[in-house]
């Protein structure tokens, strides 16, 4: 059985600034696209950013630098 607190949603959530992610500090993270609720990893070879939703089981899904502008412009 799965509690609540272990699935989380599926839609992204917009974070605030009275919310705290302690991975926006990171320099593998682009923070305009996290802030959107997506996970925002970047793989620093390619340039590409993961465009999953935050906190996601498995690997990342990353796209190129042009469609992670589109999904910071959400």
């Known amino acids: 059985m799965t509690s609540p607190e272990h ?3 599926s839609g ?3 974070h ?3 919310q705290f992610r302690p991975d926006l500090s990171s320099l593998h993270v682009r923070e305009d696209v996290a802030v ?3 996970c925002g990893n970047v793989h620093l070879p390619t340039g590409r950013t993961c465009d999953l939703r935050e ?3 498995g690997s990342c899904h990353f796209v190129g630098p ?3 502008e589109n999904l ?3």
């Open 72 to 74: 910071a412009a959400r």
């Open 16 to 18: 605030e600034q009275s």
């Open 55 to 57: 906190r996601h089981k």
């Open 7 to 9: 699935d989380p949603p």
């Open 12 to 14: 992204p959530k917009i």
């Open 36 to 38: 959107t609720g997506l």
């Open 66 to 68: 042009e469609d992670a």
